[in-house]
Nanobody
Framework: QVQLVESGGGLVQAGGSLRLSCTAS????????MGWYRQAPGKQRELVVR???????DYADSVKGRFTISRDSAKTSVYLQMNNLKPEDTAVYYC??????????WGKGTLVTVSS
C-alpha cells in the first residue's frame, strides 16, 4: 500500500503565494507518476500538474507560468509552488500518484482559499 500526506494549504490574499507538500510512504519503490489535482466547490476534480518518473510535466493551462511542481531526489515527495494566486484557484488540492497493480492513490486533500 501507498499513503500520501499533503500539507501547506491555507488562506492567502490574491497575488500571494503558497507551497504545498506531499510525501508518500509505504510501498513507494514503484511510483510511476505523481501530481496535484484540485476540486473547487460544485466542480469536478481537475488536473493541476503531474510529473512522470522521467521528469516530464503536464500543467493545466490555467496555472502555467504561475505554478511549479518539483520533487525530491528519491521521487517520493512532490511540492507545488503556487504564485500569483487568484480567487479561482480556491479549491481542495489533492496529491495523487499512480502505482502499478495499485492504480491511482489519493491523499486526503488540503484546502487552499484565495481571497480577493
Amino acid at each position: 500500500q501507498v499513503q500520501l500526506v499533503e500539507s501547506g494549504g491555507g488562506l492567502v490574499q490574491a497575488g500571494g503565494s503558497l507551497r504545498l507538500s506531499c510525501t508518500a510512504s509505504g510501498s513507494i519503490y514503484n511510483i510511476n507518476e505523481m501530481g496535484w489535482y484540485r476540486q473547487a466547490p460544485g466542480k469536478q476534480r481537475e488536473l493541476v500538474v503531474r510529473i512522470t518518473r522521467d521528469g516530464n510535466t503536464d500543467y493545466a493551462d490555467s496555472v502555467k507560468g504561475r505554478f511549479t511542481i518539483s520533487r525530491d531526489s528519491a521521487k517520493t515527495s512532490v511540492y507545488l509552488q503556487m504564485n500569483n494566486l487568484k480567487p479561482e484557484d480556491t479549491a481542495v488540492y489533492y496529491c495523487n500518484c499512480w502505482v502499478p497493480l495499485l492504480g491511482n492513490i489519493w491523499g486526503k486533500g488540503t484546502l487552499v482559499t484565495v481571497s480577493s
